[in-house]
């Protein structure tokens, strides 16, 4: 298993078959108000930038992507260098 380092603001390639999860990590604290209000899977390779690289829960990372932010899995995304 590899371990994704990412940091805020990389550029992160998103593969087709990820899921995203929207829920209102503000609120981490008070596990009934992280319930996701929103999951997908991607249809087809996205883009995304890393808006926060460390996660309290389950080793999410936040991005965001298609005017949303996301929570996904760290292992699901990869660093784009350049």
């Not at 829920?23 to 899977?41: C, F, G, K, M, Y």
């Not at 087809?44 to 690289?53: N, T």
């Amino acid at each position: 298993m590899r371990v994704a380092i990412h940091q805020k603001g990389d550029l992160v390639h998103i593969p087709q078959a990820v899921t995203l999860v929207e829920a209102d990590v503000d609120t981490a604290n008070d596990p009934q108000l992280s319930i996701p209000l929103r999951v997908e899977e991607t249809e087809c390779p996205k883009l995304g930038v890393v808006l926060s690289p460390q996660s309290l829960h389950g080793g999410y990372v936040r991005i965001y992507c298609d005017g949303s932010a996301w929570s996904v899995k760290s292992e699901n995304i990869y660093s784009i260098k350049g």
